[in-house]
Structure formats: C-alpha cells, structure tokens
C-alpha cells in the first residue's frame, strides 16, 4: 500500500456533507429523560464526506471536500479547521443567510455513540458552480448522499472520466439512491443505509444484491464488529474487523469511507482496500474523537504488519 500512496499525485474528492460537531462523553446512553453528568466535552468539525477528506490527508493522500455551508460561526470555523488539517477547501462555499449543519453526539464508555444533527437551513442545492474537470481528473471521488445535486454532479463527471467512484451508503431517501448509483463504482452502504433502502429483502446479501440491480458495479455493507460485507464479481466477500479495545466509535464509518477510496485511487484491489480501511477505522477507534483519532500511514501499515504476524 506504501509504493502504491507514492505514486498518487491527484487528490481524492469528498463531496456532502461537514457538520460542527459538539461531543459529550457519559457513563451510559440516556434512556429517556433526565439529565446526565458529562466526564468530558469537546467541539469540533464533523460530517461523513468532511471526515472521509480528513482521513485521506492524515494517510498521506490529496484530498479535497466540496461542499455547503452556511456563513455563521460554525461554518467559518469548519473551513478554517478543514483547511489547517491540509483539505483543499477551495470548492467548500459559505452561504450568506444561509444556517450550517451542527450535530450533538453522546458517547459512552463502551465507545457507542448517539447522534443528534441539524442538516442546516437555506443551502442552496444548485451544484452547477461545482469546477467538475477537478472530478475528471482526480484519483477517485467519494460522495455521501447529504447533497443530492452535488454527489450526482462529481460522481457522473468522475464515472465518465474512467475515475473511481465510491459511495457513503448512510441512511437516505431511496429516491435518492436510486438516482446516484447507476453513477457509482462501490456503494459501501451502513447496515441502516441498506436496511431502509431495501426494506423488503430478507438479509444483507439480498439487500446487497437489490442495490446491485439499481446500477452500481460493487456493492457493501460495514457492520461495525462483525466487519464488511460486499458482492463483487457475483460472489459474496467478508473483511473481518480487527479486534481492538474500543475508546470511541464516533467518525469511525466516515474515516473507513476515506480510507478506501484512498486506497481504489491508489490502485489497489478491492480486498486489499477492504483490509486497508478496516485497520484504519479499527485504529480510529482506539481513540476519542471522530478526527483526532484518525491513523498515520505508518500507524497502519504497522498494524497490519502486525496482524499477519500474530
């Protein structure tokens, strides 16, 4: 994976959603109501395609996020931030008037978190100021389903430039899905993304399969401990996950998302991809914070030295 990450030279796009994370870590979930004592309180930028952007950096890769938000306090600071973690931020507009996406995230001792987010209100869904040669050009592109307009713009423009695409499979409208997938090289969808999207099928590989017939090329799910599940080739694949002692899984799919089209603009197989953001997102998980525990490479490459090792 190293010979392969120095021969990249053109960034990975990330196109949808950056959110302002705020982060209070409890004993326990809340069931119910009632108040409960936070033994630790944090801020800072959040969102799936924004994280996936921040992961490819920290492994060593070009990455850019293109995205909305609005011209407020939380939207100034998330471009701030993106572009101090080295994200080309130069397609990521703030929208006078316009309220930016803000999430509330409790997580609890085991590392399982709760979420609460505002998608934010008057961002315009018109993508046409998006500079879309960048996407003809670029190592792959990822987009999360959070803007429709701009997912289906980068990824249609990518697909037909011979790029590699890849899908955030979080929960959507199936419409939306439906619209985006006959534009995308892998769909790595959430178990939840998959389940609403194909309702009716009894199981993932039967989820997987439908999503299959709606236009994209590979198809997967992440379960979290039980590891990646996808069809390719008309077989059914499993990426265990690495056993870790979990410390927060906040950001964990989003940092996985990164990590493998990190790993397709690289040229790498689909396996060796799988394998690659699987050890990034378990060692992710290892510690707090949905960007501060995002890996090195060497971090990585390490941990799965190690793995075949033992």
Not at 2 to 14: G, K, M, Q
Not at 254 to 260: E, L, N, P, S, T
Not at 300 to 308: G, I
Request: aromatic fraction near 8%; charged fraction near 20%.
């Amino acid at each position: 994976m190293h010979s392969l990450l120095n021969r990249l030279a053109a960034p990975v796009l990330c196109v949808g959603l950056s959110a302002w994370d705020q982060i209070w870590r409890v004993e326990s979930l809340p069931q119910g109501s009632g108040k409960l004592r936070a033994s630790e309180y944090r801020d800072g930028g959040g969102g799936m395609a924004a994280t996936a952007a921040v992961a490819v950096a920290r492994l060593g890769g070009r990455s850019a996020f293109w995205g909305r938000g609005g011209d407020d306090n939380a939207g100034r600071a998330m471009h701030t931030e993106l572009a101090g973690l080295g994200v080309d931020v130069s397609a990521f507009r703030l929208f006078e008037g316009a309220r930016s996406s803000v999430s509330g995230v409790v997580v609890d001792a085991a590392g399982e978190r709760s979420i609460v987010n505002f998608r934010g209100t008057g961002l315009p869904d018109d993508a046409g100021w998006l500079p879309l040669e960048q996407a003809r050009q670029a190592a792959a592109v990822l987009a999360d389903p959070r803007w429709p307009a701009g997912a289906l713009a980068a990824l249609r423009a990518a697909r037909t430039a011979g790029r590699p695409t890849v899908l955030d499979g979080d929960v959507a409208d199936p419409e939306v899905f439906d619209a985006l997938l006959p534009w995308v090289d892998c769909a790595v969808f959430s178990e939840p993304g998959l389940a609403g999207y194909a309702p009716g099928a009894p199981g993932d590989e039967a989820r997987l399969r439908f999503a299959l017939q709606r236009g994209c090329r590979l198809a997967a799910v992440t379960r979290g401990e039980h590891g990646v599940l996808w069809t390719h080739g008309g077989a059914l694949h499993h990426q265990p996950a690495f056993a870790v002692e979990v410390v927060d899984t906040t950001g964990a799919g989003d940092v996985f998302h990164g990590a493998f089209a990190l790993a397709l603009g690289a040229g790498a197989a689909v396996a060796e991809a799988f394998r690659f953001s699987a050890a990034v997102a378990a060692l992710k998980c290892r510690r707090p914070g949905g960007r501060d525990g995002i890996p090195d490479l060497g971090a990585v490459l390490a941990f799965l030295q190690a793995s075949k090792e033992s």
